[in-house]
DNA sequence: TCTGGGGTCCTAGGACCC
DNA sequence: TCTGGGGTCCTAGGACCC
């Protein structure tokens, strides 16, 4: 008996849980993002497989896939129904037995001792198809990099194993952005280097790696172009660093006045609603992306002396006090810094024992999930 | 064809201190 | 009369992920 890692993708997870609720669409390019109106404001979250033949893919304008795709359904986000789709598809993997780790609305990994991982992720596929009707696809490897990379190689609805042997013979001649943590900026980078497989990666200079990346996201490139990984799978997600809201107006902002009741709007959804209980925020952060779509920060400190709505208000109007309001606004984010879990006195006890409170399988939208965000953009373009 | 929202981590550069 | 070197902390920005 050894341990494997598996991962568990969904297969174009926002698509597949409306697709329960609207079977007629089935087999039709089905397009999820922003408020459903294409000619709005807004990105594609999920597009379907018959709609990324058409070229559709996450992180698209939804103008730009209505162009690409004028027959596709489009449909607004329903976070809640993802929301309960994804609980339950957790619930299901948690009668398994190991270590389970959430890493997202739609991804889990589970780390297990078995001599036979590809009919335990079989089983495990089935589960999730009957209770939940999803499909997903498993990925199966030595450590979570491995497993990651697998389950793209699974899409849609398969199992694909990788471990120290094969992930040289699969990877050396796959483009580096199959890797995890290589984006199209990191792989332009690289490109500009010579280097575009993965192969060439793993065997490339660590000094010029090093050079280009920074001492420690170089070499991190190449031990993930080797397949080496050994992050644990935790079960336990950490207290989050920060909270907070942004929101994209669907018309650019240019009166000051306005600027600042919509930024004392956001500070104070975030003080009321997305601040975790008994926690603590430490400094505040101000976005502004102006148009055409140069961002910018600031940051205030929180006075602790204040009650958190007003310190958190008065702190968002100092950090924006740090902006020159001269052109449009077409974004405007405020996101709290929370004081580390069990950092300091007495308030902090109440909030760590919150914490342990929290349910095993979190609810979606919760602040627990660990290292990756909230949103289920990520599905890849294929 | 204009480009969401929620996060994490890393880096560069300046301030400050010894 | 033109200046060191290291460490730490902070801020803003960038890249990435889901």
Same mark, same amino acid.
């Given at each position: 008996v050894s341990r494997h890692i598996l991962l568990l993708d969904l297969d174009q997870f926002l698509v597949g849980?409306? *697709? *329960?609720?609207?079977? %007629? *669409?089935?087999?039709?390019?089905?397009?999820?993002?922003?408020?459903?109106?294409?000619?709005?404001?807004?990105?594609?979250?999920?597009?379907?497989?018959?709609a990324r033949r058409h070229g559709v893919g996450s992180g698209m304008p939804l103008r730009f896939a209505r162009r690409r795709c004028p027959d596709a359904v489009f449909l607004p986000l329903d976070r809640q129904a993802y929301a309960v789709a994804s609980e339950q598809?957790?619930?299901?993997?948690?009668?398994?037995?190991?270590?389970? %780790?959430?890493?997202?609305w739609d991804e889990a990994f589970l780390q297990t001792d078995t001599d036979d991982p590809?009919?335990?992720?079989?089983?495990i596929q089935q589960r999730v198809a009957e209770r939940t009707g999803l499909s997903c696809s498993i990925g199966i490897g030595e450590n979570k990099l491995q497993a990651k990379t697998a389950s793209d190689f699974g899409k849609p609805g398969g199992v694909f194993r990788l471990d120290a042997i094969r992930w040289p013979q699969v990877m050396d001649g796959q483009g580096v952005r199959k890797l995890w943590g290589i984006g199209p900026q990191r792989a332009q980078l690289l490109a500009e280097l010579g280097i575009r497989t993965v192969g060439q990666l793993a065997r490339a200079d660590e000094t010029l790696l090093?050079?280009?990346?920074?001492?420690?996201?170089?070499?991190?490139?190449?031990?993930?172009?080797r397949g080496i990984?050994?992050?644990?799978?935790?079960?336990?997600?950490?207290?989050?660093?920060?909270?907070g809201r942004e929101v994209t107006f669907q018309s650019d902002l240019v009166e000051p006045a306005e600027i600042r009741e919509r930024l004392l709007r956001l500070a104070g959804e975030v003080a009321m609603e997305v601040l975790p209980a008994g926690s603590t925020a430490r400094r505040v952060v101000v976005k502004v992306r102006f148009a055409p779509f140069t961002t910018h920060e600031h940051r205030a400190p929180v006075d602790p002396a204040r009650a958190p709505r007003e310190a958190i208000a008065a702190a968002a109007l100092q950090? *924006?006090?740090?902006f020159d309001l001269d052109r449009p606004v077409r974004l405007l984010g405020v996101r709290v810094d929370l004081a580390p879990d069990g950092s300091a006195g007495g308030e902090r006890v109440e909030r760590s024992q919150a914490a342990q409170q929290e349910p095993r399988v979190p609810e979606r939208d919760a602040p627990d999930r660990l290292g990756f965000g909230g949103e289920p953009g990520g599905e890849p373009a294929q």
């Open positions: 849980v409306e *697709l *329960l609720r609207r079977p %007629e *669409l089935r087999g039709r390019p089905v397009i999820v993002g922003g408020d459903g109106d294409p000619s709005r404001r807004g990105v594609v979250a999920t597009a379907s497989y018959e598809v957790m619930r299901t993997l948690a009668e398994f037995p190991g270590v389970l %780790e959430i890493a997202g590809e009919s335990l992720a079989r089983r090093a050079e280009a990346f920074g001492p420690t996201i170089g070499p991190a490139l190449r031990q993930a172009a990984d050994d992050s644990a799978v935790r079960s336990q997600a950490p207290a989050p660093k920060s909270r950090a *924006l006090a740090g």
